[in-house]
């Protein structure tokens, strides 16, 4: 089974300025799929960002970009010109592409706390 | 966009009572559905997965009658929580996907308190 591992239950930052977030993952598949979720306070679930493990180039989507490393099973979150509105609870999550129903359920990481300081 | 809808977002209840949650798929067809328990402070844990017109695939450790789940329709799937108590009170999240190795769209969930 797949393990989705966050080692930091909160981080902070100062708007503006930059953060990395971590997330590493175990697995023996080699074709999978890797995301970033943010739940802010609303609960609501928000894809941040996905990487495709087949893709050696690092996912980037505007202030967000991650740092993919496929033999070290890490795929942390950086986040750039951090923003009030980023506060919110980040989770790390994975999925496989096998076939079969239930093999494409997320796997999520226990999640981090990101505040943002004005 | 793809929207998913769960309704209701906040219920309470009494001790005993049942509860149906919905999640509606708005603007697409969802051959599987997924559905999530929350705790305060935690991350997601999935319940069960369900695909249009077949029995949804339940975790290890769920209880099958105790959360019932249905999944009738390609924009409708149920969770109804049986004799309802104070434990099962928690913040449920559905996920909807056009196909199983599509992503996942989230509804809003829904939070229940039973008393």
């Known amino acids: 089974a797949q393990t989705v591992t966050q080692s930091q239950p909160e981080m902070s930052v100062q708007e503006a300025e930059t953060v990395t977030l971590s997330c590493t993952y175990d697995?023996?598949?080699?074709?999978?799929?890797l995301f970033w979720y943010k739940q802010p306070p609303s609960r609501q679930m928000i894809l941040v960002i996905r990487?495709?493990?087949?893709?050696?180039q690092n996912a980037t989507e505007n202030r967000f970009s991650v740092n993919f490393q496929k033999a070290a099973k890490s795929f942390s979150l950086k986040i750039s010109d951090s923003q009030l509105g980023d506060a919110a609870m980040y989770f790390c999550?994975?999925?496989?592409?096998?076939?079969?129903?239930?093999?494409?359920?997320?796997?999520f990481g226990k999640g981090t706390l990101l505040t943002v300081n004005p | 966009g793809a929207v998913v809808s769960q309704h209701p977002s906040w219920v309470i209840c009494k001790s005993g009572t049942s509860v149906k949650i919905e999640c509606r798929s708005l603007?697409?067809?969802?051959?599987?559905m997924f559905w999530y328990r929350q705790f305060p402070k935690q991350s997601l844990m999935l319940m069960a997965t369900?695909?249009?017109?077949?029995?949804?695939?339940?975790e290890q450790g769920v209880e099958k009658d105790k959360f019932l789940i249905n999944h009738a329709s390609l924009t409708l799937s149920t969770l109804t929580v049986t004799s309802a108590h104070p434990e099962d009170s928690s913040f449920y999240i559905c996920?909807?996907?056009?196909?199983?190795?599509?992503?996942?769209?989230f509804g809003d969930g829904t939070r229940l308190s039973i008393l």
């Open positions: 996920s909807a996907t056009r196909q199983p190795n599509q992503p996942q769209h």
């Open positions: 697995t023996s598949e080699s074709d999978y799929y």
């Open positions: 990487q495709e493990a087949y893709k050696q």
């Open positions: 999550a994975y999925r496989s592409l096998n076939s079969g129903g239930s093999n494409y359920k997320l796997t």
């Open positions: 603007d697409f067809q969802a051959t599987t």
């Open positions: 369900s695909n249009e017109g077949s029995k949804a695939t339940y």
